[in-house]
């Protein structure tokens, strides 16, 4: 639980940290170079109204899916299967990052599909460094009462990423920064998921001209 002085904001555009005076320290944009890990694990599944062929076609059809169900976030394409994403603008302490991270939406094996960092040509990430691996499977459910198939896309995601903060940053408490940011990953992680995943299921029933379906099962 954070005290008086330590406010934490959250809203689809931006994050906000702020310890009051602290944040006009001289010594507020000195990055020191030991950074601070932040982790987190998740788990999830999308619900697709449709044969797991058809819904594994669309898959490996990213190219012409992703860019626009990315939206709002800043998606740039930058090999045959990767993307240059920009998450959003965060701040903490008084200090704002704009996290851009490479993906590489890497071909399917054996029906398992999975997403890895990749380096973005000539970008050097300002002071943090993001490790995402995910991985989805495909898993045909049975006939539903009205007698459709449904298929799950079931995900996990190991995310870890570091941060170098200014030097006043760390005259807090570490346990404060750590818990604080952990929840922050996780807030971010689950609003974009749960957008994504909603853009990418409009977006298949609409190119396959198929109606909407029931709320999925899959998010709580």
């Not at 689809?12 to 702020?18: F, I, L, N, Y």
């Not at 001289?26 to 797991?52: K, N, W």
């Not at 539903?144 to 807090?172: A, H, M």
């Not at 609003?191 to 994504?196: C, M």
């Amino acid at each position: 639980m954070l005290s008086q002085n330590h406010e934490f904001q959250s809203r689809e555009s931006a994050t906000v940290w702020d310890v009051g005076a602290m944040s006009s320290q001289p010594d507020a944009e000195v990055l020191v170079p030991t950074s601070m890990r932040f982790s987190g694990q998740f788990a999830d599944c999308m619900e697709m109204y449709a044969p797991i062929s058809t819904v594994a076609e669309y898959l490996n059809t990213h190219q012409q899916w992703f860019c626009r169900c990315a939206q709002p976030m800043k998606v740039e394409t930058i090999s045959v299967n990767g993307y240059a994403l920009v998450i959003g603008r965060f701040g903490a302490f008084g200090y704002d990052v704009e996290p851009k991270v490479g993906l590489e939406l890497l071909p399917p094996e054996n029906g398992v599909y999975r997403i890895k960092t990749i380096t973005i040509p000539n970008y050097v990430a300002p002071g943090y460094d993001v490790d995402f691996k995910a991985v989805m499977e495909l898993v045909e459910g049975p006939v539903d009462s009205q007698g459709k198939v449904f298929t799950k896309v079931e995900w996990t995601l190991d995310l870890n990423v570091d941060v170098q903060f200014p030097k006043f940053i760390y005259r807090l408490p570490k346990s404060v920064v750590k818990n604080t940011g952990d929840r922050l990953l996780n807030q971010i992680v689950h609003q974009v998921s749960h957008r994504l995943t909603a853009k990418v299921q409009a977006d298949f029933y609409k190119s396959l001209g198929l109606p909407k379906p029931p709320k999925s099962k899959c998010h709580k």
